[in-house]
């Protein structure tokens, strides 16, 4: 497998409507790019994009992509460690001189409890990308 950039910088100043790339714009597409392979069974490693016949499934990957590069950017995570990290939030109550705290590691922003952002998820439903069978009951 490959770290694929599937979008360039022309093409994610158009979509995104801005007029700068994030820094370490290569860095992050091929990150995007690698995070969204993992939940798409790596369609795009084994099926060339350009040749893809259905448009809209190209479209919507790339869309993904492009979230996905704004979402870390945005944020400034870029591994599980970090989105895990950040997801971490602290209790306290305090009765007079006695307090008790504790550590939430689940309260996620994201839905998805992934790195890979909720837009980039909402991006992919509907093209069958994100098919992974029907349970055996």
Known sequence: MTNTLYVGAE??????????????FDGLSALAGMYLDE??????????????????????FKRAVMLQIKYMADTGIKSSTQ???????TVSQ???????????GDAAANVSGTIVC????????GTGLLYRGVMHL
């Open 118 to 125: 909720d837009d980039a998820l909402r991006s992919l439903s």
């Open 94 to 104: 305090s009765i007079g001189s006695t307090t008790v705290s504790k550590t939430l």
């Open 11 to 24: 093409d994610y100043i158009q979509a995104m409507h801005v007029t700068e790339l994030p820094d370490d």
């Open 83 to 89: 989105y895990k990290a950040a997801q971490a939030q």
């Open 39 to 60: 939940i798409t069974n790596n369609y795009y490693q084994t099926h060339t994009i350009d040749d893809d016949p259905f448009d809209l499934r190209v479209t919507r």
